[in-house]
């Protein structure tokens, strides 16, 4: 099942997203249908998610952290967390202005996800439970930044540097899902979920012994090597299997 966002008009609503691209509108994400139903082309597609916190594990692929020019004699023992704010959420198919302060700017494609259902001290056995659906991100980084924050704040946080979508999708299975980044159309990431450090259940476990995960809050899982810079023009496609494509345009510098 296919969740979407939208906006239509002045009027901001969820729905299932149906064959023949009808929309059958729910009270909230993933709520009963209200009898209303909308063809799809009269959405605007917003971020499946309206999230109080979104929680990245970085550097969660061997080859990204070789890519970045750092240690690997020995792997990660634990997932590295970092935050972005509601600030940081953007739209599908929306423009993204290259940020005057950096002159490194990279995407970062990744699978995300949407929590469902509060989710505090989960276990293996229940963490995909909380999980409303999967979706696409572009974990946009000032890289030049990276090494000057103390908490990565400008460098991954700032506002517009979390583009999400097109849709939530149920029922996946996380575990071995192609994650691919086009650039211009060129392909520069390809890799599977399968080669993460930690996987996604081990990713919620962990994060939820510490931060009580709300409703809608959003979870990027990382990305796999080929990061690479954007220019003022370029076109960004994440495409995640069993899901679809999450694209921006960067924009010119602002």
């Known amino acids: 099942m296919r969740l979407v966002r939208g906006r239509n008009g002045e009027k901001v609503v969820w729905g299932q997203l149906e064959e023949g691209d009808t929309v059958e509108v729910t009270a909230g994400m993933g709520g009963e249908p209200t009898g209303e139903t909308l063809p799809l082309s009269a ?13 990245c594990v970085g550097r969660n692929y061997l080859d990204h952290i070789r890519e970045l020019g750092n240690d690997t ?9 970092f935050l972005k704010g509601p600030n940081a959420l953007e739209h599908p198919e929306a423009t993204v202005a290259y940020p005057a302060w950096t002159e490194n700017f990279h995407y970062e494609g990744e699978l995300a996800l949407v929590i469902g259902t509060r989710a505090s001290h989960l276990t293996p056995e229940n963490a995909l439970s909380h999980v409303a659906g999967y979706t696409c991100a572009n974990d946009l980084t000032a890289r030049d930044k990276q090494k000057g924050d103390l908490q990565w704040f400008r460098a991954k946080a700032a506002d517009h540097f979390c583009p999400l979508g097109p849709w939530l999708v149920t029922g996946l299975n996380p575990a071995d899902l192609r994650v691919q980044t086009r650039l211009n159309g060129e392909t520069v990431q390809d890799s599977r979920t399968s080669h993460m450090i930690f996987p996604v259940i081990d990713v919620l476990v962990y994060i939820s012994r510490y931060v009580t995960l709300e409703v809608g809050d ?17 076109t960004v496609e994440v495409e995640v299997e069993g899901v679809g494509v999450l694209r921006t345009e960067i924009g010119a510098t602002g």
Not at 43 to 55: D, H, N, R
Not at 73 to 81: K, M, R, S, W, Y
């Open 73 to 81: 004699a020995g792997l990660p023992t634990e997932p590295g967390l």
């Open 43 to 55: 959405l605007t597609l917003l971020a499946p998610a309206e999230p109080s916190k979104i929680v």
């Open 218 to 234: 959003v979870v990027l899982t990382g990305t796999p090597e080929g990061v690479g810079a954007v220019q003022p023009g370029d």
